[in-house]
Nanobody
Framework: QVQLVESGGGLVQAGGSLRLACTAS????????VGWYRQAPGKQRESVAQ?????????????TYADSVLGRFTISRDNAKNTAYLQMDRLKPEDTGIYYCLSYGHWGQGTQVTVSS
């Protein structure tokens, strides 16, 4: 069955870095877009970053970011490992939340990121 498993969350001081991973199984990962989302306590889940599947003609992934993370976060994917990544640098306390990945219409269970000031 389709499964997405996030990992890499943790506690970090402001200004630090974390790299999240989302490992997929049960579908053709290379043909599916992937999105990272986060949900802070008491707030709605919001999109953080998106990466498309490689284009048929160019085999180039397209990425988009929320304004709040632009220039600090980088989304990438390794189709050989069925894994997408979210590199998070210069973290801020407001980045705290549960981070989820979404692909092929399925959500992972989430991983907690806590940024202390």
């Amino acid at each position: 069955q389709v499964q997405l498993v996030e990992s890499g969350g943790g506690l970090v001081q402001a200004g630090g870095s974390l790299r999240l991973a989302c490992t997929a199984s049960g579908f053709k990962f290379s043909s599916a877009a992937v999105g990272w989302y986060r949900q802070a306590p008491g707030k709605q889940r919001e999109s953080v970053a998106q990466i498309t599947a490689g284009g048929f003609a160019t085999n180039v992934d397209r990425v988009t970011y929320a304004d709040s993370v632009l220039g600090r976060f980088t989304i990438s994917r390794d189709n050989a490992k069925n894994t997408a990544y979210l590199q998070m640098d210069r973290l801020k306390p407001e980045d705290t939340g549960i981070y989820y990945c979404l692909s092929y219409g399925h959500w992972g269970q989430g991983t907690q990121v806590t940024v202390s000031s």
